[in-house]
């Protein structure tokens, strides 16, 4: 069974700092691409942050390009993004998402197979 846990959130001043880890577990598990969105309430799920298992890419949505960075971490199927430069409208629940698709546009949710429960993250003063 897989199962993707979200840490690292929180709360954070404006111009403030996180890192968000995720890990998914399960054992032959070997997603193709692995994901960041945010949700507000009431809200439609939106793409953060997306980056290729293999290789070296990575995809980011224009409303962070330049402040998040998603990176791989050396144990398996674990990744972070690093978000610098944190504004109000930042804030939100976070959630990382794994896809076996080989073929898929990464910033749509409906490319991704698994979710994990979210991580709230606060921006404020």
């Known amino acids: 069974q897989v199962q993707l846990v979200e840490s690292g959130g929180g709360l954070v001043q404006p111009g403030g700092s996180l890192r968000l880890s995720c890990a998914a577990s399960?054992?032959?598990?070997?997603?193709?691409?692995m994901g960041w969105f945010r949700q507000a309430p009431g809200k439609e799920r939106e793409f953060v942050a997306a980056?290729?298992?293999?290789?070296?890419?990575?995809y980011y949505s224009d409303s962070v390009k330049g402040r998040f960075t998603s990176s791989r971490g050396n144990a398996k199927n674990t990744v972070y993004v690093q978000m610098n430069s944190l504004k109000p409208e930042d804030t939100d629940v976070y959630y990382c998402a794994a896809t076996l698709k080989r073929q898929g546009i990464v910033s749509v949710k409906e490319t991704y197979d698994y979710w994990g429960q979210g991580t709230q993250v606060t921006v404020s003063s």
């Open positions: 980056i290729s298992m293999s290789g070296s890419s990575t």
């Open positions: 399960g054992r032959t598990f070997s997603p193709v691409v």
